[in-house]
């Protein structure tokens, strides 16, 4: 054994060296989030220079061989020489981290991004970059390779009567191993979200590989987020509060419409960034908003004296609120949650009095939201109780859970599943060729209600969601504890068909509206039974989970020989043995991880789909239909 332990064996990383060692420090992970991840660095660049006043329009190309181009029409970046560096301030920000005009406060005094970093990032995770500046009327262009270790010198090309950066990279596949395509509908999200936040920028999305292109841009910018979320659905106030003004150097801009569903939609942002966890800009907007109407209740005759809570005028709330900080402070690194104390006395300040003021000036609609909240009101109670009736039942002992639950042996949460099976006959099965030691199946008969056409109060009387709230243990809501969890993974096992498919999406939509933290948290999991059993009758027997694992199957394994093939439509056509094997094994099974990665994407499916406005359903399918790629996703 070697005990030398000297400078030899101290690794330095020079320039981008480290980013490459360790791409997860930086952007996340190399998984597609961390692809994805390159396109929003360069594309923060682009929109920071929206955010300053020199740039009203942004193009993204994803061409054919998998680059990713990123042009706007800004200053341009800098080309004279860096002090620091002796480099172009063009290689400066492309080579070297940390460097960047959002460290300058007369260059940017709002920006988003990483502080910078983001050019450079690209660079080290790409085999190349190209950078094309047109600015003092020349156009500018330089090279980077195998990671920015190698670049072109800067060279002059041509001459332009116009100001831009036009960005092309290529993800290195040596660091994105699983995978270096890029997902159409990730992307037009992202700028989507963008365009609704900086009004009056286009963003274009142009997609070469099957000539797909769409464009936003939005003039009255996160009124018209509200205007889409309410679509279909009926407005409580016909007339949009919304407001953009400034507190001590912080802008706020905040848009609200009540609709009649019992949900709350809320969405908030600092400086274009989402902050999913909310944050002290959050806080503010809520207690300004309970603040006005508590105090606009005791202006009306019929309603004076009444006190409100904030659970009770959530109900219907869809808002939104946007500010921009100069110096924003965040809890971890993800930028999920804002701590600055004088983000939520701005944002409390400017909406209190305002929303004030417009329920003043709109008697009708103050009223009808005044009318809401009440109902809302009584329902919080009724589903209070209900919330503690289930609690009680649950909470007795282990007789309590679910007659249905063949629950497994183990008390440890953390190797413990829950396998959620859709029917008796599948049930059976699973209970059978499950291992008891730590895998529990609950039997759910027919459809799972649609919790999100019904009252809290209603959800909560239903005896499947009962059962799949006692079994878990955490609760629900605000009272969800995830240290009370009973199963470490929750599974989804539903038929490969079109019912299965409906039972997994009802399922899906009561989680991420009742239990959206075990989402979060990684909790929740889609089992993959496999489609087609083939056989030889032999020695050979294999199952694949898609048709062109079937096709493969066919044309190498069983080309030469006879075979049978069986398509499975139910889980109970397959005897336990089978379920196991192809299903519950964790040496073989596969299963999908739910997780949210767009909260936007996600609430405007479930709001879509899965409502009651027949209209909004079909506008939705109509306008999504050219991005369906598979119809089994």
Same mark, same amino acid.
């Given at each position: &054994?070697?005990?030398?332990?000297?400078?030899?064996?101290?690794?330095?990383?020079?320039?981008?060296?480290?980013?490459?060692?360790?791409?997860? &420090?930086?952007?996340?992970?190399?998984?597609?989030?961390?692809?994805?991840?390159? $396109?929003?660095?360069?594309?923060?660049?682009?929109?920071?220079?929206?955010?300053?006043?020199?740039?009203?329009? $942004?193009?993204?190309?994803?061409?054919? %061989?998998?680059?990713?181009?990123?042009?706007? !029409?800004?200053?341009?970046?800098?080309?004279?020489?860096?002090?620091?560096?002796?480099?172009?301030?063009?290689?400066?920000?492309?080579?070297?981290?940390?460097?960047?005009?959002?460290?300058?406060?007369?260059?940017?005094?709002?920006?988003?991004?990483?502080?910078?970093?983001?050019?450079?990032? $690209?660079?080290?995770?790409? #085999?190349? $970059?190209?950078? &094309?500046?047109?600015?003092?009327?020349?156009?500018? /262009?330089?090279?980077?390779?195998?990671?920015?270790?190698?670049?072109?010198?800067?060279?002059?090309?041509?001459?332009?009567?116009? !100001?831009?950066?036009?960005?092309?990279?290529?993800?290195?596949?040596?660091?994105?191993?699983?995978?270096?395509?890029?997902?159409?509908? =990730?992307?037009?999200?992202?700028?989507?979200?963008? *365009?609704?936040?900086?009004?009056?920028?286009?963003?274009?999305? /142009?997609?070469?590989?099957?000539?797909?292109?769409?464009?936003?841009?939005?003039?009255?910018?996160?009124?018209?987020?509200?205007?889409?979320?309410?679509?279909?659905?009926?407005?409580?106030? !016909?007339?949009?509060?919304?407001?953009?003004?400034?507190?001590?150097?912080?802008?706020?801009?905040?848009?609200?419409?009540?609709?009649?569903?019992?949900?709350?939609?809320?969405?908030?942002?600092?400086?274009?960034?989402?902050?999913?966890?909310?944050?002290?800009?959050?806080?503010?907007?809520?207690?300004?908003?309970?603040?006005?109407?508590?105090?606009?209740?005791?202006?009306?005759?019929?309603?004076?004296?009444?006190?409100?809570?904030?659970?009770?005028?959530?109900?219907? #709330?869809?808002? =939104?609120?946007?500010?921009?900080?100069?110096?924003?402070?965040?809890?971890?690194?993800?930028?999920?949650?804002?701590?600055?104390?004088?983000?939520?006395?701005?944002?409390? %300040? =400017?909406?209190?009095?305002?929303?004030?003021?417009?329920?003043?000036?709109?008697?009708?609609?103050?009223?009808?939201?005044?009318?809401?909240? &009440?109902?809302?009101?009584?329902?919080?109670?009724?589903?209070?109780?209900?919330?503690?009736?289930?609690?009680?039942?649950?909470?007795?002992?282990?007789?309590?859970?679910?007659?249905?639950?063949?629950?497994?042996?183990?008390?440890?949460?953390?190797?413990?599943?829950? /396998?959620?099976?859709?029917?008796?006959? *599948?049930?059976?099965?699973?209970?059978?060729?499950?291992?008891?030691?730590?895998?529990?199946?609950?039997?759910?008969?027919?459809?799972?209600? !649609?919790?999100?056409? =019904?009252?809290?109060?209603?959800?909560?009387?239903?005896?499947?969601?009962?059962?799949?709230?006692?079994?878990?243990?955490?609760?629900?809501?605000?009272?969800?504890?995830?240290?009370?969890?009973?199963?470490?993974?929750i599974i989804i096992m539903t038929d490969a068909d079109v019912d299965g498919a409906h039972i997994r999406i009802l399922l899906l939509t009561f989680f991420y509206r009742y239990m959206k933290e075990l989402i979060n948290n990684g909790n929740i999991y889609i089992a993959q039974p496999p489609l087609y059993k083939i056989s030889d009758g032999k020695k050979n027997t294999d199952y694949a989970y898609s048709d062109a694992e079937l096709e493969k199957l066919k044309q190498n394994k069983y080309k030469d020989i006879k075979y049978t093939i069986q398509r499975y439509k139910g889980l109970g056509e397959m005897d336990p043995i089978q379920l196991w094997e192809t299903t519950m094994d964790p040496e073989r099974r596969t299963m999908i991880q739910v997780k949210v990665e767009d909260a936007f994407l996600a609430n405007e499916v479930l709001s879509s789909l899965m409502g009651e406005n027949p209209e909004m359903r079909k506008n939705f399918i109509t306008e999504n239909a050219q991005f369906v790629e598979s119809i089994d996703v």
């Amino acid at each position: &054994m070697d005990n030398k332990y000297g400078a030899n064996q101290i690794q330095v990383l020079e320039g981008l060296e480290a980013v490459r060692k360790r791409p997860g &420090m930086y952007i996340g992970n190399t998984n597609k989030n961390g692809l994805h991840h390159l $396109v929003w660095e360069i594309l923060d660049n682009s929109v920071d220079e929206a955010l300053a006043g020199f740039c009203n329009e $942004v193009t993204i190309v994803i061409t054919q %061989n998998e680059e990713i181009i990123v042009k706007d !029409n800004g200053r341009g970046i800098p080309i004279d020489i860096h002090p620091k560096t002796n480099k172009t301030t063009l290689e400066t920000i492309f080579t070297v981290l940390h460097a960047g005009g959002k460290f300058d406060e007369s260059t940017y005094k709002i920006s988003g991004g990483l502080h910078g970093v983001g050019a450079s990032v $690209v660079n080290a995770l790409s #085999l190349h $970059v190209e950078a &094309m500046v047109c600015r003092d009327n020349k156009i500018y /262009y330089q090279k980077f390779y195998n990671g920015g270790s190698e670049a072109t010198p800067i060279k002059e090309i041509g001459v332009s009567d116009v !100001n831009g950066t036009l960005i092309k990279f290529k993800p290195d596949p040596t660091i994105f191993k699983e995978t270096v395509e890029f997902d159409f509908r =990730v992307i037009r999200s992202k700028i989507k979200q963008l *365009a609704f936040l900086n009004k009056g920028l286009k963003i274009n999305l /142009y997609d070469e590989r099957n000539d797909k292109q769409i464009t936003y841009i939005f003039e009255d910018g996160i009124k018209d987020y509200i205007k889409e979320i309410n679509s279909g659905k009926e407005k409580i106030n !016909n007339e949009i509060f919304y407001i953009i003004d400034k507190y001590e150097g912080i802008e706020v801009e905040a848009s609200i419409q009540y609709n009649d569903t019992y949900d709350e939609t809320l969405f908030s942002f600092c400086n274009n960034i989402y902050t999913s966890e909310g944050g002290s800009h959050e806080e503010g907007f809520k207690n300004a908003l309970l603040k006005a109407l508590n105090n606009y209740t005791n202006e009306l005759k019929n309603f004076k004296g009444n006190k409100f809570v904030y659970d009770d005028i959530k109900e219907g #709330l869809c808002g =939104v609120v946007s500010i921009k900080h100069r110096d924003p402070l965040y809890e971890g690194q993800t930028k999920a949650k804002l701590s600055n104390p004088d983000a939520r006395e701005a944002t409390s %300040n =400017v909406v209190f009095e305002s929303f004030k003021e417009f329920l003043l000036k709109n008697p009708t609609d103050g009223k009808k939201i005044i009318e809401k909240i &009440m109902i809302s009101q009584k329902a919080r109670k009724a589903a209070q109780r209900a919330r503690e009736d289930t609690r009680r039942k649950s909470a007795i002992d282990n007789f309590s859970l679910p007659g249905k639950l063949a629950d497994c042996e183990s008390k440890s949460a953390a190797e413990a599943e829950l /396998y959620l099976v859709e029917g008796d006959s *599948a049930g059976g099965s699973a209970k059978t060729g499950r291992n008891r030691k730590n895998q529990a199946i609950l039997s759910l008969r027919g459809k799972v209600l !649609n919790v999100e056409k =019904v009252k809290q109060a209603r959800a909560f009387e239903n005896n499947e969601i009962q059962s799949i709230i006692a079994a878990i243990g955490t609760g629900v809501k605000k009272n969800l504890e995830l240290n009370k969890i009973r199963y470490n993974k929750i599974i989804i096992m539903t038929d490969a068909d079109v019912d299965g498919a409906h039972i997994r999406i009802l399922l899906l939509t009561f989680f991420y509206r009742y239990m959206k933290e075990l989402i979060n948290n990684g909790n929740i999991y889609i089992a993959q039974p496999p489609l087609y059993k083939i056989s030889d009758g032999k020695k050979n027997t294999d199952y694949a989970y898609s048709d062109a694992e079937l096709e493969k199957l066919k044309q190498n394994k069983y080309k030469d020989i006879k075979y049978t093939i069986q398509r499975y439509k139910g889980l109970g056509e397959m005897d336990p043995i089978q379920l196991w094997e192809t299903t519950m094994d964790p040496e073989r099974r596969t299963m999908i991880q739910v997780k949210v990665e767009d909260a936007f994407l996600a609430n405007e499916v479930l709001s879509s789909l899965m409502g009651e406005n027949p209209e909004m359903r079909k506008n939705f399918i109509t306008e999504n239909a050219q991005f369906v790629e598979s119809i089994d996703v």
